[in-house]
Nanobody, 119 residues
């Protein structure tokens, strides 16, 4: 079992910045791809940024958001700059992992962190 703990959400004015963090913990696992999704009220959850063999971004955040990882700490970050009101959503961390004993692959989700962009 892998646990994902997110931090860094909050309230910010338009044009501001926030940095989200997500740390994976557990026993006997190896993390593969990690990334961030978001879900705004009344909308479906959407992929924001992923870090695996490469990095991928949603068109709506390209040039403003940057995903990075510290593999030694099993942590992924999302630096969000030039935030807009339409970025308001609950942001969820996502990670793919493999159990080193069973070699079973699983996908895990964090609990979500609220990001609100408003003046």
């Amino acid at each position: 079992q892998v646990q994902l703990v997110e931090s860094g959400g909050g309230l910010v004015q338009p044009g501001g910045s926030l940095r989200l963090s997500c740390a994976a913990s557990g026993r006997n696992f190896r993390i593969g791809a990690m990334g961030w999704y978001r879900q705004a009220p009344g909308k479906q959850r959407e992929s924001v940024a992923m870090s695996g063999r490469g990095t991928n971004y949603a068109d709506s955040v390209k040039g403003r958001f940057t995903i990075s990882r510290d593999n030694a700490k099993n942590t992924v970050y999302l630096q969000m700059n030039s935030l807009k009101p339409e970025d308001t959503a609950v942001y969820y961390c996502n990670a793919e992992s493999i159990n080193l004993s069973t070699m079973v692959r699983s996908t895990y989700w964090g609990q979500g962190t609220q990001v609100t962009v408003s003046s």
